[in-house]
């Protein structure tokens, strides 16, 4: 199985701040077709997890451009600008690349 | 707008099984997957596999093999997960989330699963 590793932030982050979460995969997720599959999603405090992007770093629909995740192969990066009290929770990345589809462990993020 | 409602808290014995659902409103059953994930207390997501409603296709997590069955009721747009053999293992919040090419764009508001004699 492909195994996730995410990485730890110095929590809290002043409002207004950048936060960068990372995440390294145990192989490359990059594919044939050129694309790299890696997601990211926010699971806020007693809520269902919310995409924010895929293949890397395509947003989805409707998640603000102060987020943005970029990477190589094995070694990705979210980015959160300017962050707000909304951004609080935990993040997620998650590889499709290969089954068993797997996530990492998460990553808290508090604001102050 | 697309919707996923899940079916409510579950409080089952050790050795029993259990069925959860996942009504789909807003779009087209039978052209998406629907994929269904663990997240046991404290702890991450755990994915447990895929059902594409439009002919029946399943794929499982070799890990939930013999533990996990999905299937899906086209003329009411549900999913459902059936869990068997029910150990305190399996006491977590299950979620279904709509597989769009592998984006999992929504998501159930998930179910809790409350494995204790």
């Known amino acids: 199985d492909i195994v996730m590793t995410q990485g730890v932030l110095p929590n809290p982050v002043p409002s207004g701040e950048s936060a960068s979460i990372t995440c390294r995969s145990s192989?490359?997720?990059?594919?044939?077709?050129?694309?790299?599959?890696l997601n990211w999603f926010l699971q806020r405090p007693g809520q269902s997890p919310q995409l924010l992007t895929y293949w890397m770093s395509t947003r989805a629909s409707g998640v603000s451009d102060r987020f943005s995740g970029s990477g190589s192969g094995t070694y990705f990066t979210l980015k959160i600008s300017r962050v707000r009290a909304e951004d609080a929770g935990v993040y997620y990345c998650q590889q499709v690349r290969e089954y068993p589809l797997t996530f990492g462990s998460g990553t808290k993020l508090e604001i102050k | 707008q697309v919707q996923l409602q899940q079916s409510g808290a579950e409080l089952v014995k050790p050795g029993s099984s259990v069925k959860i659902s996942c009504k789909a409103s807003?779009?087209?059953?039978?052209?998406?997957?629907m994929h269904w994930i663990k997240q046991q207390p404290g702890n991450g997501l755990e994915w447990i596999g895929w059902?594409?409603?439009?002919?029946?296709?399943?794929k499982y997590n070799q890990k939930f093999n013999g533990k996990a069955t999905l299937t899906a009721d086209k003329s009411s747009s549900t999913a459902y997960m059936q869990l068997s053999s029910l150990t305190s293992e399996d006491s977590a919040v299950y979620f279904c989330a709509r597989g769009n090419n592998y984006l999992f764009d929504y998501w159930g508001q998930g179910v809790m699963v409350t494995v204790s004699s």
């Open positions: 192989k490359s997720l990059v594919y044939k077709d050129g694309k790299t599959y």
């Open positions: 807003g779009y087209t059953f039978t052209s998406y997957d």
């Open positions: 059902i594409y409603p439009g002919n029946g296709n399943t």
